[in-house]
T-cell receptor
Framework: NAGVTQTPKFRVLKTGQSMTLLCAQD?????MYWYRQDPGMGLRLIHY???????AKGEVPDGYNVSRLKKQNFLLGLESAAPSQTSVYFC????????????FGEGSRLTVL | AQSVTQPDIHITVSEGASLELRCNYS??????LFWYVQSPGQGLQLLLK??????LVQGIKGFEAEFKRSQSSFNLRKPSVHWSDAAEYFC????????????FGGGTRVLVKP
């Protein structure tokens, strides 16, 4: 069972470059999320989606864009990467009504030089 | 706005000893509370959750947590720690609103000594 799959798992970028992280889930979940994890700060919500074609801002959305063109995929884009975006990014998904029972991917480590 | 505080950044415990991780939350209504565990290089896995009812909840891997409304706390416990429990633990608060969004604490890293 694949669950939530993130690609790529590691990436190094130079300041100003762009990239896209892909999240795919095979559990038919309605909700999907992108979090970033930084030491001592736990996980902070970047953007989320409550269904295909919908997206919403989370706690730290600046510098990121997302798209949910298909129910099973949630893309996170960085148009012009900055060193402050060096982090580990986690995708998660869930069903409505479960109030926070999220299923997480294994993370994508991004370094911006 | 909701918030979660985990006062202990690191905890070292001997194998076989008991473990308690502290979590304090701030939330305007009845919170939905969660503990997640993250093993090195892995994503987060749900340990247990509290929605309502019995304030002592049981989870996987022998963990339990107690909700204390008067103290705004949801502490995680395990009577006897195994070496495989070395990981980072996150407390989180959520609401049954659109989006199932969670707010996480900063995490507590647990080291288990042989």
């Amino acid at each position: 069972n694949a669950g939530v799959t993130q690609t790529p798992k590691f990436r190094v970028l130079k300041t100003g470059q762009s990239m896209t992280l892909l999240c795919a889930q095979d559990m038919n979940h309605e909700y999907m999320y992108w979090y970033r994890q930084d030491p001592g700060m736990g996980l902070r919500l970047i953007h989320y989606s409550v269904g295909e074609g919908t997206t919403a801002k989370g706690e730290v959305p600046d510098g990121y864009n997302v798209s949910r063109l298909k129910k099973q995929n949630f893309l996170l884009g960085l148009e012009s990467a900055a060193p402050s975006q060096t982090s580990v990014y986690f995708c998660a998904s869930s069903w409505p009504g479960t109030a926070g029972e999220l299923f997480f991917g294994e993370g994508s480590r991004l370094t911006v030089l | 706005a909701q918030s979660v505080t985990q006062p202990d950044i690191h905890i070292t415990v001997s194998e076989g000893a008991s473990l308690e991780l502290r979590c304090n939350y701030s939330y305007g209504a009845t919170p939905y509370l969660f503990w997640y565990v993250q093993s090195p290089g892995q994503g987060l896995q749900l340990l247990l959750k509290y929605f309502s009812g019995d304030t002592l909840v049981q989870g996987i891997k022998g963990f339990e947590a107690e909700f204390k409304r008067s103290q705004s706390s949801f502490n995680l416990r395990k009577p006897s720690v195994h070496w495989s429990d070395a990981a980072e633990y996150f407390c989180a608060v959520g609401a049954k609103a659109a989006g199932n969004k969670l707010t996480f604490g900063g995490g507590t890293r647990v080291l288990v000594k042989p």
